[in-house]
């Protein structure tokens, strides 16, 4: 395959100052991109501020030959969101792909959580993906072409211990990139999910020790950040015709996550069960061994009226 190429192409990565977001910016620019690096600057727990951190990773890459500028606006306002769409133009004119990446956490048990920890942490994750990506898909419309990439993460997915704001917030953006996907998919825009592990501080930081123990430096080497840009470069690219989907990477697996319906119990028609017979037929409607997924929450409906022998074509 011929190497993927972003020549002419503006990237936009948000906390693309540290972490992995460095990394999928360094490759864009590797490849072509002119790459605004935004970043504002935060503890991974949300405090604080500094602008030099965009600016370091935009210097990088304008070392290395490539083309940059650097934000350091918060993504967590709509002011700071327009800011960063704003900068993108001013500086370059033009806007194909948007990374979701800036994100916090906060590891504290459900029942501990305060108001303001939630708000926080929802504010940049969800508030942030919003205020970018509203005024960039605008700016796609009019161009015809554009790529979200959403950095999700497989606790929102799945679950993890004492993160329910941040888990709540990663899961927030599968929903936010499929309706993306769905109303970008007439105006060439494309949106999808990434839910990476990868070694930065996000992970360091849950590890209270000062000294790391071998076995868990040989996890930290297994999760090698730079095996998630791959990824993210690949369904940031125009030859990605992939849309509407969710990919996990971690430790060099690359693999789909996906909501589906499992065939679940399809009761008598004409008839209300009752509370009992759902009882009766529980280990059906839990079982997955058979299962489809939709490509909206219409399929759905479709699919079990068309059991149910509905016509909807009808309606
Ligand atoms: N590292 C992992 O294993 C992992 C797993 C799942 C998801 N993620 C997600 O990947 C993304 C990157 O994480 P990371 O591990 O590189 O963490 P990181 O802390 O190294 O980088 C995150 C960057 O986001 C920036 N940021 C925070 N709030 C911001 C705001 N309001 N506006 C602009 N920038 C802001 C920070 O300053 C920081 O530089 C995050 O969204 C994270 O939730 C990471």
Same mark, same amino acid.
């Given at each position: 395959?011929?190497?993927?190429?972003?020549?002419?192409q503006?990237?936009?990565?948000? /906390?693309?100052?540290?972490?992995?977001?460095?990394? %999928?910016?360094?490759?864009? =620019?590797? #490849? /072509? *991109?002119?790459?605004?690096?935004?970043?504002? /600057?935060?503890?991974?727990?949300?405090e604080?501020?500094? @602008?030099?951190?965009?600016?370091?990773?935009?210097?990088?890459?304008?070392?290395e030959?490539?083309?940059?500028?650097?934000?350091s606006?918060?993504?967590? &306002?709509?002011?700071?969101?327009q800011?960063?769409?704003?900068?993108?133009?001013?500086?370059?004119?033009?806007?194909?792909?948007?990374?979701?990446?800036?994100?916090?956490? #906060?590891?504290?048990?459900?029942?501990?959580?305060?108001?303001?920890?939630?708000?926080?942490?929802?504010?940049?994750?969800v508030?942030?993906?919003?205020?970018?990506? +509203?005024?960039?898909?605008?700016?796609?419309?009019?161009?015809? $072409?554009?790529?979200?990439?959403? !950095?999700? &993460?497989?606790? /929102?997915?799945?679950?993890?211990?004492?993160?329910a704001? $941040?888990s709540?917030?990663?899961? *927030?953006?599968?929903?936010?990139?499929?309706?993306? @996907?769905?109303?970008?998919?007439?105006?060439?825009?494309q949106?999808?999910a990434?839910?990476?592990?990868?070694?930065?501080?996000?992970?360091?930081?849950q590890?209270a020790?000062?000294?790391?123990?071998?076995?868990?430096?040989?996890?930290y080497?297994? !999760?090698?950040?730079?095996?998630?840009?791959p990824?993210?470069? $690949?369904?940031?690219?125009?030859?990605?015709?992939?849309?509407?989907?969710? !990919? @996990? =990477?971690?430790?060099?697996? %690359?693999?789909?996550?996906?909501?589906g %319906?499992?065939?679940?119990?399809?009761?008598?028609?004409?008839?209300?069960?009752?509370?009992?017979?759902?009882?009766?037929?529980?280990?059906?409607?839990?079982?997955t061994?058979?299962?489809?997924?939709?490509?909206?929450?219409?399929?759905?409906?479709i =699919?079990?009226?068309r +059991? #149910?022998?509905?016509?909807?074509?009808?309606?």
């Open positions: 395959m011929t190497r993927l190429r972003f020549d002419g503006v990237a936009i990565v948000t /906390g693309g100052g540290r972490g992995l977001g460095r990394l %999928y910016a360094m490759e864009l =620019a590797r #490849r /072509g *991109a002119m790459v605004l690096v935004n970043d504002f /600057g935060e503890s991974s727990q949300g604080g501020s500094d @602008a030099s951190v965009a600016d370091h990773v935009a210097a990088e890459i304008e070392a030959g490539g083309i940059a500028a650097a934000s606006d918060s993504v967590a &306002s709509a002011e700071g969101g800011a960063i769409i704003d900068e993108a133009l001013a500086r370059f004119g033009r806007i194909d792909i948007v990374i979701n990446n800036a994100g916090i956490i #906060r590891f504290t048990p459900f029942d501990e959580i305060t108001g303001d920890e939630w708000r926080k942490t929802l504010s940049v994750h508030d942030g993906s919003f205020h970018v990506s +509203q005024p960039a898909f605008r700016v796609m419309k009019g161009q015809g $072409y554009g790529r979200f990439v959403f !950095i999700s &993460s497989t606790f /929102g997915a799945f679950g993890q211990l004492g993160t704001s $941040y709540t917030a990663k899961s *927030a953006l599968l929903g936010l990139s499929n309706v993306v @996907a769905l109303e970008g998919a007439a105006h060439g825009i949106s999808n990434v839910l990476p592990v990868g070694f930065s501080r996000m992970v360091t930081d590890a020790d000062a000294e790391v123990p071998p076995g868990r430096q040989a996890f080497d297994a !999760i090698r950040p730079d095996l998630i840009a990824l993210v470069v $690949y369904l940031a690219s125009r030859e990605c015709n992939l849309t509407h989907r969710a !990919i @996990a =990477a971690c430790a060099g697996r %690359y693999s789909r996550v996906f909501a %319906y499992a065939d679940g119990w399809l009761s008598d028609a004409g008839t209300t069960p009752s509370a009992e017979d759902v009882a009766a037929r529980i280990a059906q409607i839990d079982a061994d058979g299962f489809f997924v939709p490509n909206s929450s219409v399929d759905e409906t =699919a079990v009226c +059991q #149910r022998g509905v016509d909807l074509s009808k309606m």
